[in-house]
């Protein structure tokens, strides 16, 4: 496979639906005669990040960051150039045409080999799922799901399986099948060292997708013998645990519907989640909910909903979990599934009975207990506020010192100072202190940790009447025929006017029209990022022929002022050294100087008229 051809390039860039790409993750609206959203690359509350769906471009104006839509795609996923115009031709029935360049041909294929890892993946969860449901040896690991309360529905759904405790049956099968050692060897199913034995063995199979609903990994209960409970796969090009949600692919539409979503600790809490009618809900994978998982999570969600067991390990994460949910944009709450909410103290309301995760109480109380249990919630402040009185003993100076600290990164994440305060009042009331040490304590905190953060700096690029005439070319480029007829490159004085000069004389020179284009032959930073941040800021959007027409006058006015005034500073010389460089010297200077201010003239009376 050798590289894409530029011809590819460019009907993927010109077919791209720039709000419909950038949609799927953040939400836009549009104001004003822009699209704008809250930017997915900074924690931000009022929109700042613009979408140019002409232009196909985006940049926030917050934290800086823009260029064109293939751009986004590959910051947002993490993808190769080639990466990504394979995925976005594969979305809009674009035919990737690749170039041969008869030496050794370039691996641009990442899209290709995790495409074909998704359909081995979806077959082997297939096989195990028939094991699981038809096979003799599935019998004891359908039994155990259906004693966990788990409908035949949802087995289904979630596409459960069995891997048999024989490691080599899967090899075995998957030869049969047609599938080379070479690739069996390099899917993630085997043992590195024995790559005839199947990395899962006696185990109840959970298939985990992305959210495109491609088989990515498996996570594997045991169900017999020794070693870890539970096992994911190894990751790959195309899963990443910190990356990925389970059953994100299952929950998508009803987060999208909702703006809200439920996060479980486990597999078989989302199962049961899912069965009681609840299927905004999710869980990490094997980790702590990560600020990647988060960011994702975003795109579609406002709040999120902490649905962790009761025990000190599962609090403590919830913890853990609220601030990453604030650090990220989402507003948190918390589901207790049983006993007291700080996960400490034993007391429990008359008549409930404590039960330790969602996978429990539908087990043991049924899906119409589990749907009642999960609407009552309460936010994440006071979830933490309960949670620092049962660590800390609070009756001493010292153990309230250390509950009101336990809130102190809870208070950084709040953009809002109103909030702040607000929660700074409660925390004192809630500990018994003087509301004024309280704020004096955190002050000093957040003084003490505040991490330097990288502050955007101011453009270096200051406008003037070229690079306005070429911000505007840059961005309606079929009006550079009308520039370069116009003006030469020797012309032009500003350096950053003339870098995109030089790339948009390039574009012409191989035919090449779009931002894609252009930015990629830009090879200043910051003169890219001034091109960018013109085009989605939609300011030159009206009139452009005129603008055009307007920017070559003042630039040619300049020239011709900048001609003159070398040839008055040139006359005084010649006057002041009479007899020096002779009559044809003084008389040439002379010519030169009434013919540009017959030009000047011209100009400005052009001007006057328009």
Request: aromatic share 10%; net charge neutral; with cysteine.
């Amino acid at each position: 496979m050798g590289y894409i051809t530029k011809a590819t390039i460019q009907e993927v860039s010109d077919k791209i639906d720039a709000l419909a790409v950038v949609g799927d993750y953040v939400r836009i609206e549009k104001r004003s005669g822009r699209y704008l959203g809250l930017c997915p690359f900074h924690h931000e509350k009022t929109p700042s990040f613009s979408v140019n769906p002409d232009l196909k471009l985006y940049h926030c104006f917050g934290c800086g960051k823009g260029g064109t839509i293939i751009n986004f795609i590959m910051e947002m996923d993490k993808l190769s150039f080639p990466e990504t115009v394979e995925l976005l031709a594969k979305r809009f029935g674009v035919p990737v045409v690749y170039e041969h360049t008869g030496g050794d041909q370039l691996d641009t294929g990442m899209t290709k080999r995790i495409e074909e890892r998704a359909e081995l993946y979806s077959r082997v969860a297939g096989s195990f799922h028939y094991v699981l449901m038809e096979k003799p040896e599935g019998r004891a690991a359908k039994a155990y799901i259906i004693s966990r309360g788990l409908c035949n529905e949802m087995i289904d759904r979630f596409r459960l399986g069995y891997a048999p405790a024989d490691r080599r049956w899967l090899f075995t099968f998957l030869s049969g099948k047609g599938y080379s050692p070479e690739f069996l060897a390099s899917s993630g199913l085997f043992s590195p060292k024995y790559p005839r034995s199947s990395f899962f063995a006696d185990r109840l199979m959970f298939p985990i997708a992305d959210r495109q609903g491609r088989t990515v990994a498996f996570g594997g209960r045991i169900m017999g013998g020794e070693g870890p409970k539970y096992i994911n796969s190894p990751e790959s090009e195309g899963y990443k645990k910190g990356q990925t949600l389970f059953a994100i692919d299952l929950a998508q539409p009803e987060i999208r519907k909702t703006r809200e979503v439920y996060i479980a600790e486990g597999y078989m809490d989302v199962i049961a989640l899912h069965q009681a009618g609840i299927t905004n809900a999710v869980a990490p994978l094997g980790t702590a909910f990560t600020d990647e998982q988060a960011k994702l999570l975003r795109r579609w969600a406002d709040r999120v909903f902490l649905i962790f067991d009761a025990d000190l390990a599962g609090q403590n994460a919830v913890v853990k979990a609220i601030l990453t949910c604030r650090n990220n944009g989402l507003a948190a709450g918390v589901v207790v599934p049983g006993g007291d909410p700080a996960g400490e103290k034993g007391a429990e309301a008359p008549g409930q009975t404590r039960f330790k995760d969602p996978a429990d109480i539908l087990k043991e109380a049924g899906a119409e207990v589990l749907q009642k249990r999960v609407k009552y919630t309460i936010n994440d402040f006071k979830y933490l506020m309960d949670r620092g009185r049962a660590l800390f003993d609070v009756s001493s100076s010292e153990g309230k010192a250390r509950g009101v600290a336990f809130l102190f990164p809870y208070l950084q994440t709040l953009d809002s100072e109103v909030s702040r305060d607000a929660c700074i009042s409660s925390i004192a009331a809630a500990f018994g202190v003087d509301r004024g040490a309280v704020a004096d304590d955190y002050r000093k905190t957040a003084l003490g940790n505040k991490s330097q953060e990288a502050v955007r700096p101011s453009s270096a690029i200051r406008m003037n009447d070229e690079l306005f005439l070429f911000a505007v070319v840059s961005i309606h480029q079929r009006l550079y025929p009308e520039v370069r007829s116009r003006l030469a490159i020797k012309e032009i004085e500003d350096p950053c006017a003339k870098d995109i000069f030089i790339a948009l004389e390039e574009c012409y020179a191989h035919d090449e029209l779009g931002m894609d284009a252009l930015l990629s032959r830009i090879s200043a930073p910051h003169v890219r990022n001034f091109v960018i941040e013109r085009g989605a800021s939609n300011e030159f959007a009206a009139n452009p022929e005129q603008l055009v027409a307007d920017g070559i006058k003042r630039v040619e006015q300049k020239r011709l002022g900048r001609r003159l005034d070398d040839i008055v500073m040139k006359l005084r010389i010649v006057k002041a050294e009479a007899g020096i460089g002779g009559e044809t010297s003084l008389e040439d200077l002379l010519d030169e100087k009434m013919h540009i201010d017959a030009e000047l003239r011209r100009l400005r009376l052009k001007e006057d008229f328009d």
